[in-house]
Nanobody
Framework: QVQLVESGGGLVQAGASLRLSCAASGRTNSQYNMGWFRRAPGKEREFVAA????????YYSDSAKGRFTISRDNAKDTVYLQLNNLKPEDTAVYYC???????????????WGQGTQVTVSS
């Protein structure tokens, strides 16, 4: 089992930046891909970004490209999501998730955090 805890959300104005963190604990000696997802009010959960364990390749949604950056510190079992130039439409609960490295980063994720709220005011 892997436990994921997100932090770093908050209320910011449009154009501001935030850095979300996701700390993993438990069986973290296994190798996992890590992803970030978000759920906006009244909408379904959507993929935001992911990073592969084996080679660090990064993947982004169209809305995230150029503004968000995913990174990971394997020594700290932590993954980050840097959010720049935030827009009101980025308002959502952001979740981190993990799946075993043999799976696709676009596939099904096995473990999920509780989420952290990001609210962007105009």
């Amino acid at each position: 089992q892997v436990q994921l805890v997100e932090s770093g959300g908050g209320l910011v104005q449009a154009g501001a930046s935030l850095r979300l963190s996701c700390a993993a604990s438990g069986r973290t000696n296994s190798q996992y891909n890590m992803g970030w997802f978000r759920r906006a009010p009244g909408k379904e959960r959507e993929f935001v970004a992911a990073i592969r364990r084996v080679d660090g390749s990064e993947y982004y949604s169209d809305s995230a490209k150029g503004r968000f950056t995913i990174s990971r510190d394997n020594a700290k079992d932590t993954v980050y999501l840097q959010l720049n130039n935030l827009k009101p439409e980025d308002t959502a609960v952001y979740y981190c998730a993990a799946n075993y490295y043999t799976k696709s980063v676009r596939g099904i994720y096995d473990y999920w955090g509780q989420g952290t709220q990001v609210t962007v005011s105009s």
